[in-house]
């Protein structure tokens, strides 16, 4: 994966074969003589870098179709978290197959999917069963992070690039430390912290209800007079889910549906937070 | 303090206090349902308000429900009804005005007196009653005088009478004013409209009879505040002498009855004129005693002690009674004890010189008999008088000496006397050798008269120099003693009296600074009528103070109190005795029996005395200690709400309030409310 440099720097590398040129990737692996023969822009590439697994791990459960924050122009999914997410897996697994990355999906949670784990492969035919995997599944149920993580963290191959999408929505306690079942297979974990703005703000201008998907009681809630302390317990969540990602070697970016899907991507290939 | 209700039952409103309770369970709780996908952050906001709502939810229930008893209360038409009311004047149509001029109304505030202050309020009073309101005013000191003779509805007159009113040195007898108005108010119901500062621990406890047949009557004594705040005096309340080291001693005691301690000024003025400067610290709404010793040598009568402060003048002299100082003391050989008084010479003596008996005299009599001229003092006594003495020669040299040194000696004849014994023993310092005694007629007849004396220059005579003169030849003799053939001789042998014929009757010889005079007839009734003639006590005590050197000193001592009657009993006297004020203006008095009676109307030294002899008594005169105390210690309110407590009290409706408070009540709970509205799950 162009976006990814080799473990392995310094050993005999192999030339592959050339792929074309996409914005993001490394200008230096340009081949400059083919541009000048034929003015095209394609890349070199080496054996070392073709085999990185990669896998997205997504949290469907149900808190994650609430949300309304859906962006036009993207397959907003009833204009959910769980559109969001799903659309940004897809997004994901389809950049990686074009780099030539072999890619794996696990779902947590969620309803209506023929399969809910696809292993690492490359080809077409795997990109098309994730995305026919995505395309059926929907928010539901109880996504039980902790056991879902760690069990998904002992599944992943060594040295494998996985991004986690998720809303977080157990207790933090509950779930961080299954983050470490990645650590220990050496994986290079991009945690996609995925929320509403209007969720964290509290919009509702009146008195409701409220009550979640996954079940529970209900709380009858004013937004106008809760606003502020609500605001306090989001920042102090915040501030607990991105120290417990860290501690247990990730990297914790927002993913706020708000934002561009684009924005977003750029962040998570570049790893930059 | 009582709490009522009007509407008693209107308190069962209060039972829509649940109604409170039931809002406050049966909030409202919305009906749209909206899935979140933060309920776990939903449920640990809530959890964190949780402790903050639960307070806020009591205090709306609280506030909700106090609100609604509140409101309750209000309907109930609650009332307070607490001792502290005075009932303002009006109304009643019948009006007595009570005004206090006693000594304590002249305290002065702000360059006022609270009299006038009094006046100004009655006068306001008067301006504003209705015309046809029957009114009266009454002034009172130790008595109390109605200033119309019924209540009238001559308002302009009252109000001429109440401006005139004057300031008095006496006491405050509240009981005699309100008795006064009670009798103005005639058994009817009215108003008294007390003027008074009530200062004094009597004045007002003194009054309590009074103001209880005023409020059975069904009249109310409503005080009008005229008093000092806080009210301040300084007073000597007590000026004694003591006799004692060197000159004695004056004691003084001071009090201070207001609030702050400080340093009064004294001066202490002796009759004679000496002045004594002191100052005196004293404490807050305290006492301090000051002794002042008393020089050596002083004149008796009458002294004062000033303590001057702003507040009230009239109380800062004390006026006291100082013998004279020094060797004053007669010493009366009594010859001829005699078997009744009438024949007895120091019975005669005795009435003239001590009228009132030696302690209240001026002048200290010691009688001994003959054997006791041992005893005589030259550094004690100033004068010896030997009345009829048989034989003065065992005493000769004794008396010789005295009177060289300065010494006085009186010789008064009789029965007794012995030409020879005396002119071996005295030869030396009489005016003439004695002969042997003669009748001058039978002892059944008048006997010859003195005649006037040839001059009253004589310091002697100075008492008889306007009219008394006519005295003296009322007093007849009808056997003398003899003397040998003499001249006067200027400055050592004088006769000063004679009797028809040239018959010496007193005659003086001067030795130096002493002197002896010889009366060649008795002092008793015996050769003469001298004792009952109106001319004996001025005479006597004349050759007393002429010998002693002292005014008065023979002056009796009284004491008395501004406003109230001094009496006075006389000896037996010819005449009538004259009362001179301090002022040295007569002063209206008259006789009750053998007892001289004058009311006095200002402190200082007052003097009895016959015309032109030298006063027969003093009297002090001092303004009631009491009366000195400015302090208000009862109040005539406080006694009428004991007496009527009905009449005193305060009724305080709180509807008002307690619709207000629930008003108020109620916006806060909507504020706090409205603060904690989406804190609620």
């Known amino acids: 994966m162009g976006g990814h440099r080799s473990r392995r720097v310094g050993q005999a590398i192999e030339f592959a074969d050339y792929q074309e040129y996409l914005p993001g990737m490394d200008l230096r692996g340009l081949d400059w003589r083919v541009w000048g023969r034929s003015d095209r822009y394609v890349v070199k590439r080496f054996e070392t870098e073709t085999e990185l697994p990669c896998a997205v791990v997504l949290d469907l459960s149900g808190d994650t179709g609430t949300g309304k924050a859906g962006l036009g122009g993207?397959?907003?999914?009833?204009?959910?978290?769980?559109?969001?997410?799903?659309?940004?897996?897809?997004?994901?697994?389809?950049?990686?197959?074009?780099?030539?990355e072999p890619v794996g999906l696990e779902v947590v949670a969620g309803t209506g999917m023929p399969f809910s784990s696809l292993p690492t492969r490359g080809g077409r035919n795997h990109l098309q069963l994730c995305f026919l995997v995505l395309a059926s599944a929907k928010a539901g149920g109880v996504a039980g992070?902790?056991?879902?993580?760690?069990?998904?963290?002992?599944?992943?191959?060594?040295?494998?690039?996985?991004?986690?999408?998720?809303d977080g929505m157990e207790e933090p306690s509950t779930w961080l430390p299954s983050l470490s079942a990645f650590a220990r297979r050496g994986a290079d974990v991009r945690f996609l912290h995925l929320?509403?703005?209007?969720?964290?703000?509290?919009?509702?201008?009146?008195p409701v209800l409220f009550y979640s998907p996954e079940g529970g009681d209900t709380l009858a809630v004013d937004p106008v007079g809760a606003r502020e302390a609500f605001g306090e317990v989001v920042a102090e969540y915040v501030d607990e889910v991105k120290g417990g990602v860290v501690r247990f070697g990730g990297r914790y970016l927002p993913a706020s549906t708000g934002q561009p899907l684009e924005t977003l991507l750029r962040r998570v290939i570049r790893g930059a937070a | 303090m009582s709490f009522s209700l009007l509407a008693p039952l209107a308190l069962g409103l209060a039972a829509l206090g649940g109604l409170a309770v039931l809002a406050h369970l049966a909030r409202q709780t919305p009906q749209d349902r909206v899935a979140f996908g933060a309920m776990l952050l939903m449920h640990r906001m809530v959890k964190r308000l949780r402790r903050r709502r639960r307070i806020k939810d009591w205090l709306l229930l609280a506030m909700r429900m106090a609100a609604i008893a509140l409101l309750a209360l209000g309907a109930a038409g609650p009332q307070v009804v607490y001792p502290g009311g005075v009932p303002e004047h009006g109304g009643s149509g019948?009006?007595?005005?009570?005004?206090?001029?006693?000594l304590s109304m002249g305290l002065q505030e702000a360059g006022e007196t609270l009299l006038s202050r009094a006046r100004d309020g009655a006068t306001g009073v008067i301006d504003g009653l209705p015309s046809g309101a029957l009114a009266s005013v009454v002034v009172f000191g130790d008595e109390a005088m109605a200033l119309t003779d019924e209540l009238t509805t001559d308002h302009e007159r009252l109000r001429a009478?109440?401006?005139?009113?004057?300031?008095?040195?006496?006491?405050?007898?509240?009981?005699?004013?309100?008795?006064?108005?009670?009798?103005?108010?005639?058994?009817?119901?009215?108003?008294v409209l007390l003027f008074s500062d009530e200062a004094g621990p009597r004045t007002v406890p003194d009054a309590r009879t009074e103001l209880e047949a005023l409020i059975e009557l069904g009249s109310t004594v409503l005080p009008m505040p005229v008093h000092a705040d806080p009210p301040r005096n300084v007073a000597v309340t007590r000026a004694q002498y003591v006799?004692?080291?060197?000159?004695?001693?004056?004691?003084?005691?001071?009090?201070?009855?207001?609030?702050?301690?400080?340093?009064?000024?004294?001066?202490?003025?002796?009759?004679?004129?000496?002045?004594?400067?002191?100052?005196?610290?004293?404490?807050?709404?305290?006492?301090?005693?000051?002794?002042?010793?008393?020089?050596?040598?002083?004149?008796?009568?009458?002294?004062?002690?000033?303590?001057?402060?702003?507040?009230?003048?009239?109380?800062?002299?004390?006026y006291f009674h100082l013998p004279r100082v020094g060797a004053s003391r007669v010493l009366v050989v009594d010859g001829d004890p005699g078997d009744t008084p009438t024949r007895s010479e120091v019975y005669f003596l005795e009435r003239a010189l001590a009228p009132w008996g030696g302690a209240r005299s001026g002048v200290a009599l010691d009688v001994v008999a003959p054997t006791g001229l041992?005893?005589?003092?030259?550094?004690v006594h100033r004068i010896v008088f030997l009345a009829n003495v048989a034989d003065p020669r065992p005493f000769g040299p004794l008396l010789t000496e005295f009177v060289r040194k300065g010494g006085n000696v009186v010789l008064a004849a009789g029965d007794n006397i012995t030409d020879d014994r005396y002119n071996a023993a005295l030869g030396a310092i009489l005016p003439a050798p004695f002969r042997q005694a003669r009748s001058l007629t039978d002892a059944d007849e008048p006997g010859i008269p003195l005649v006037l004396p040839p001059t009253t220059d004589h310091p002697l005579f100075k008492p008889f120099s306007r009219s008394g003169r006519a005295a003296f030849p009322k007093v007849r003799s009808h056997r003398v003693l003899t003397l040998d053939a003499y001249e006067d001789r200027p400055d050592e042998v004088t006769t000063l009296l004679a009797y028809e014929g040239g018959i010496p009757a007193l005659v003086e010889r001067r030795i130096g600074q002493g002197r002896v005079l010889?009366?060649?007839?008795?002092?008793?009734?015996?050769?003469?009528?001298?004792?009952?003639?109106?001319?004996?006590?001025?005479?006597?005590?004349?050759?007393?103070?002429?010998?002693?050197?002292?005014?008065?000193?023979?002056?009796?001592?009284?004491?008395?109190?501004?406003?109230?009657?001094?009496?006075?009993?006389?000896?037996?006297?010819?005449?009538?005795?004259?009362?001179?004020?301090?002022?040295?203006?007569?002063?209206?008095?008259?006789?009750?029996?053998?007892?001289?009676?004058?009311?006095?109307?200002?402190?200082?030294?007052?003097?009895?005395?016959?015309?032109?002899?030298?006063?027969?008594?003093?009297?002090?005169?001092?303004?009631?200690?009491?009366?000195?105390?400015?302090?208000?210690?009862?109040?005539?309110?406080?006694?009428?709400?004991?007496?009527?407590?009905?009449?005193?009290?305060?009724?305080?409706?709180?509807?008002?309030?307690?619709?207000?408070?629930?008003?108020?009540?109620?916006?806060?709970?909507?504020?706090?409310?409205a603060r904690t509205r989406g804190e609620t799950p």
């Open chain 1, 145 to 166: 992070l902790g056991d879902a993580l760690a069990r998904v963290g002992e599944r992943v191959r060594r040295r494998s690039w996985v991004a986690v999408i998720t």
């Open chain 1, 74 to 100: 993207y397959p907003d999914l009833d204009r959910s978290k769980a559109g969001y997410a799903i659309t940004l897996a897809a997004t994901l697994l389809y950049w990686l197959h074009r780099h030539g």
């Open chain 2, 518 to 673: 010889v009366w060649t007839s008795t002092v008793d009734w015996g050769w003469s009528n001298l004792p009952l003639q109106s001319a004996f006590m001025p005479l006597v005590q004349g050759i007393v103070r002429y010998l002693g050197g002292e005014s008065g000193s023979g002056a009796a001592r009284f004491d008395g109190t501004v406003g109230e009657p001094v009496r006075i009993p006389l000896p037996d006297l010819a005449v009538e005795p004259d009362i001179t004020g301090p002022d040295g203006q007569p002063v209206r008095s008259r006789i009750e029996g053998s007892t001289l009676i004058f009311r006095p109307d200002a402190a200082g030294a007052y003097a009895v005395g016959l015309p032109d002899a030298p006063p027969l008594a003093f009297v002090a005169v001092n303004t009631d200690p009491l009366e000195s105390d400015v302090r208000r210690t009862d109040s005539v309110v406080g006694i009428e709400r004991e007496l009527d407590p009905e009449r005193f009290v305060v009724r305080e409706d709180l509807a008002s309030a307690s619709f207000g408070l629930a008003f108020v009540l109620l916006v806060l709970q909507a504020l706090v409310a």
């Open chain 2, 94 to 102: 019948r009006v007595v005005l009570v005004i206090d001029r006693s």
């Open chain 2, 161 to 191: 009478a109440v401006v005139a009113i004057q300031p008095t040195n006496e006491t405050s007898n509240l009981q005699a004013g309100l008795h006064e108005a009670r009798r103005l108010l005639a058994g009817e119901p009215g108003e």
């Open chain 1, 195 to 206: 929320f509403d703005p209007g969720e964290y703000a509290l919009d509702e201008d009146r």
């Open chain 2, 374 to 379: 041992t005893s005589l003092d030259p550094d």
């Open chain 2, 243 to 318: 006799p004692g080291v060197d000159g004695g001693t004056l004691t003084l005691r001071l009090a201070n009855y207001g609030p702050d301690g400080l340093e009064v000024a004294c001066e202490v003025t002796l009759p004679d004129g000496q002045s004594i400067p002191i100052f005196v610290d004293l404490p807050p709404a305290g006492e301090a005693e000051e002794r002042v010793t008393i020089p050596s040598k002083a004149l008796g009568g009458v002294g004062a002690a000033v303590c001057t402060d702003p507040d009230l003048p009239a109380d800062d002299a004390r």
